[in-house]
């Protein structure tokens, strides 16, 4: 299906997409934020006085029309670098370039766990210490990675979804430093920030020796160990280059240095493919 803006045009030129459960938005070639889908009264507005379909219409077909996110003026917002729509989250984030560093704007819930639900997007100030590149947003949870290769994290510790080796299932409403380490366990090592990916209970990243690490809540036993948590990042099949990888809510999927694909976790409907040890 095509997809086009409330005024009828259709939306062309996309850069960057994110898909969430409740809604899905992408980044258009001069750098704007668009929504679509089960959108709230808060989360978009078009850039006209015609505000049909951008949240405050009921039907299917109005919620299918996308919408620029704006300011409190009305104001489109510019400079947009990245963007997360969560699953089973009904709002998200994305990244402005300002003045060459990266800011990260947050709409609908608020990424801190609070409850309060923001009418339109607002820059997260305990997120904005520093250059962001990468932004993802998890259930009840956001991940934002850093320009200097670090990685924080805020929201919900259930499952130990934030990575912070603490088994508590508190909220924390202060982002937290999630560390990583060589397989030595002790020598600490960076992040790629653009690989950072999240879903609804664990989240993963790829390390700058080339390891994918990930942490949470691996109900599909994608941990590969007896416990299906893991409340710090753990490396995922150790032996293995990795090249790219992608994941869903259970499984992991991976390309090593051979172009080869290795699979891990849910293999209900043969979605591993013929899984072999890794």
């Known amino acids: 299906q095509r ?4 005024n009828g045009d259709e939306v062309k030129n996309v850069q960057k997409m994110a898909l969430g ?4 938005c992408a980044i258009t070639s ?3 934020a668009i929504c679509w889908g089960n959108t709230q009264p808060w989360s978009v507005s078009p850039t006209s006085t015609d505000y049909t379909g951008c949240g405050f219409a009921s039907s299917v077909t109005a919620r299918g029309r996308a919408c620029y996110l704006v300011n409190n003026s009305n104001e489109d917002y ?3 670098v990245d963007i997360s729509t969560g699953s089973n ?5 994305f990244i402005r370039n300002e003045n060459s560093v990266g800011k990260v704007y947050c709409w609908g819930q608020d990424p801190s766990g609070s409850g309060a639900v923001f009418d339109t997007a ?17 259930e009840n949870y956001t991940c934002v990675a850093y320009n200097d290769n670090t990685l924080k994290c805020m929201g919900s510790n259930s499952y130990g979804r934030l990575g912070i080796n603490n088994t508590s299932g508190s909220n924390y409403n202060t982002p937290q430093d999630v560390s990583f380490f060589e397989t030595d366990g ?3 090592v960076g992040i790629k920030p653009h690989t950072l990916m999240t879903r609804n209970y664990w989240a993963c990243a790829q390390d700058n020796n080339d390891k994918v ?4 809540y691996g109900q599909a036993g994608q941990f590969g160990i007896t416990n299906t948590y893991s409340y710090k990042p753990r490396i995922m099949a150790p032996s293995e280059q990795v090249s790219s990888f992608t994941m869903s809510n259970t499984a992991l999927c991976l390309t090593n240095a051979q172009k080869e694909v290795r699979c891990l976790g849910d293999n209900t409907y043969a979605n591993l493919g013929n899984p072999r040890t890794l």
């Open 3 to 6: 997809i086009y803006y409330a």
């Open 21 to 24: 459960s409740h809604q899905s």
């Open 30 to 32: 001069n750098n704007k």
């Open 78 to 80: 510019s400079d947009v």
């Open 89 to 93: 989250t009904q709002g998200g984030c």
């Open 122 to 138: 607002r820059a997260i100030t305990a997120f904005n210490s520093k250059s962001a590149v990468k932004v993802s947003v998890g």
């Open 186 to 188: 002790t020598t600490p």
């Open 213 to 216: 690490q990930c942490w949470g």
